[in-house]
């Protein structure tokens, strides 16, 4: 009988899933600690960073007009001042696979809590609200670091694109 009401339990949360009633958004974690990311919810305003919050997937890898944008923004905010104009590291490490600095980053999720809270080793966070503790408005949006990452990805070698 227990069997029976997991398994009915399991498949009704299944279907629930699928028809779009429940969906448990991505947990995101610190790259510094491990201890847990908290990001408003608030700032995943674009159709693609709430597709980035459900599912941890970078709508914007593979999207030539996305990864322009990127490219500008990785500009705009001095990245290729440490990691160079290609991402491939300068004074800072290279962002670009197959290897990484931190493991984690061969996937977009980690990539993007790298960059958002960021490091040990002497990058500080860039996500909006964090960058700047005295202007909350100072810093990279969700969706802006979601291109950045994106253009990266076009940078790397061995096919990583972080959405595997």
Same mark, same amino acid.
């Given at each position: 009988?227990?069997?029976k009401k997991v398994?009915?339990?399991?498949?009704?949360?299944?279907?629930?899933?699928?028809?779009?009633?429940?969906?448990?958004?991505?947990?995101?974690?610190?790259?510094t600690d491990g201890?847990?990311?908290?990001?408003?919810?608030?700032?995943?305003?674009?159709?693609?960073?709430? /597709?980035?919050?459900?599912?941890?997937?970078?709508?914007?890898?593979?999207?030539? /007009?996305?990864?322009?944008?990127?490219?500008?923004?990785?500009?705009?905010?001095?990245?290729?001042?440490c990691h160079g104009?290609?991402? &491939?590291?300068?004074?800072?490490?290279?962002?670009?696979?197959?290897?990484?600095?931190?493991?984690?980053?061969?996937?977009?999720?980690?990539?993007? /809590?790298?960059?958002?809270?960021?490091?040990?080793?002497?990058?500080?966070? &860039?996500?909006?609200?964090?960058?700047?503790?005295?202007?909350?408005?100072?810093?990279?949006?969700?969706?802006?670091?979601?291109?950045?990452?994106?253009?990266?990805?076009?940078?790397?070698?061995?096919?990583?694109?972080?959405? /595997?």
């Amino acid at each position: 009988m227990l069997v029976k009401k997991v398994l009915m339990s399991s498949l009704l949360v299944s279907m629930m899933t699928i028809a779009g009633v429940a969906s448990a958004d991505v947990s995101f974690v610190k790259t510094t600690d491990g201890s847990a990311l908290k990001i408003d919810s608030g700032l995943f305003d674009t159709p693609a960073a709430k /597709e980035f919050l459900a599912t941890g997937k970078n709508p914007y890898v593979g999207n030539a /007009e996305a990864t322009a944008k990127g490219k500008k923004i990785f500009g705009l905010y001095s990245c290729t001042q440490c990691h160079g104009g290609d991402a &491939k590291g300068q004074v800072g490490p290279g962002l670009v696979g197959p290897t990484f600095r931190y493991p984690k980053d061969a996937t977009n999720k980690g990539m993007f /809590e790298t960059i958002w809270a960021g490091t040990n080793g002497g990058m500080g966070a &860039k996500g909006i609200g964090l960058m700047d503790a005295t202007d909350p408005k100072n810093g990279v949006t969700v969706d802006e670091l979601l291109k950045v990452i994106a253009w990266i990805r076009t940078q790397g070698s061995g096919g990583v694109t972080g959405n /595997e």
